[in-house]
């Protein structure tokens, strides 16, 4: 099993930044590959973007790309979310999953672990 834990996130206002964490434990491997999704309220959870193994290919949601940035610290089993120029639609619940398959792709259903969620409120 693997457990993830998302931290970070809260009321920001429009225009700002801020970088969500998700630290990884159980049995974790260096294949794992990762993801973050959102849900709004009434929304089905959406893909925002996924990274490979070693972090050094990403894939981004179009509704994100050029803003968001996703990295990952292997040595730390962590994964980042940084959110620039934040606009009230980012506001959902963001969690992070994890591949055992070597996907980050959009398909929730090739995500074998869910992180419990952070919120993040986007004021405007």
């Known amino acids: 099993q693997v457990q993830l834990v998302e931290s970070g996130g809260g009321l920001v206002q429009t225009g700002d930044s801020t970088r969500l964490s998700c630290a990884a434990s159980?049995?974790?491997?260096?294949?794992?590959?990762m993801a973050w999704f959102r849900q709004s309220p009434g929304q089905l959870r959406a893909f925002v973007g996924g990274i490979n193994h070693d972090g050094t290919n990403t894939y981004y949601d179009s509704a994100v790309k050029g803003r968001f940035t996703i990295s990952k610290d292997n040595a730390k089993n962590t994964m980042y979310l940084q959110m620039n120029s934040l606009k009230p639609d980012d506001t959902a619940v963001y969690y992070c999953a994890a591949s055992r398959g070597g996907y980050y792709g959009s398909d929730r259903e090739a995500y074998n672990y869910w992180g419990q969620g952070t919120q993040v409120t986007v004021s405007s």
């Open positions: 159980g049995h974790t491997t260096s294949r794992d590959t």
